[in-house]
T-cell receptor, first 113, second 115 residues
Framework: GQSLEQPSEVTAVEGAIVQINCTYQ??????LSWYQQHDGGAPTFLSY????GLEETGRFSSFLSRSDSYGYLLLQELQMKDSASYFC??????????????FGTGTKLQVIP | DGGITQSPKYLFRKEGQNVTLSCEQN?????MYWYRQDPGQGLRLIYY???????QKGDIAEGYSVSREKKESFPLTVTSAQKNPTAFYLC??????????????FGAGSRLTVL
């Protein structure tokens, strides 16, 4: 089956840069996405990588290396409101179709003053 | 505005009762999903549907059932066979294209508590 591993917790200082890693094992890989979830809320989409390389969206960037089954989310100029949980997710064909989306274990980011 | 509506937001159930959670989307998305989230945990896939009248089991389907009779609707039934149903349930949808960004849009969630 598929699995996605992330660090459980990360603490960083306001204004700094933080990187959240994600390693995955899956079959029929169709891309890696990142989501943010504040406590009590629903996840919201942040970034997507279908091909190797870096994608930049404002303060957030995401990287993918398919040969290493590895990706990361980079958050720059951290703000207090960035304190949340971050999830990586893969779409693959392991379920017999092509729309199965599996989420990682999540990384709780705490931004401190 | 387009989006996903989940109801009820909070639900209490007695042991041994079945309960159905509603999920409706007006985004014209082909694929729909149900996830379960326990406190401090990640999202675990219960069921997903790629098109109308089709659905597949996710990683934790035991004790749950779904239907997809209409494109807009993907209700989830939590049956009495689910041993520990107290959790936060999230419904999501995405466009059914083979390629393109894997963007899931989520509803606000339904919090189920078994008394």
């Amino acid at each position: 089956g598929q699995s996605l591993e992330q660090p459980s917790e990360v603490t960083a200082v306001e204004g700094a840069i933080v990187q959240i890693n994600c390693t995955y094992q899956t079959s029929g890989f169709y891309g890696l996405s990142w989501y943010q979830q504040h406590d009590g809320g629903a996840p919201t989409f942040l970034s997507y990588n279908g091909l190797d390389g870096l994608e930049e969206t404002g303060r957030f960037s995401s990287f993918l290396s398919r040969s290493d089954s590895y990706g990361y989310l980079l958050l720059q100029e951290l703000q207090m409101k960035d304190s949340a949980s971050y999830f990586c997710a893969v779409r693959d064909s392991s379920g017999g179709g092509y729309q199965k989306v599996t989420f990682g274990t999540g990384t709780k980011l705490q931004v401190i003053p | 505005d387009g989006g996903i509506t989940q109801s009820p937001k909070y639900l209490f159930r007695k042991e041994g009762q079945n309960v159905t959670l509603s999920c409706e989307q007006n985004l014209n998305h082909d694929a729909m999903y149900w996830y379960r989230q326990d406190p401090g945990q990640g999202l675990r896939l219960i069921y997903y549907s790629q098109i109308v009248n089709d659905f597949q089991k996710g990683d934790i389907a035991e004790g749950y059932s779904v239907s997809r009779e209409k494109k807009e609707s993907f209700p989830l039934t939590v049956t009495s066979a689910q041993k520990n149903p107290t959790a936060f349930y999230l419904c999501a949808s995405k466009q059914g294209a083979l390629s393109g960004a894997n963007v899931l849009t989520f509803g606000a969630g339904s919090r189920l508590t078994v008394l």
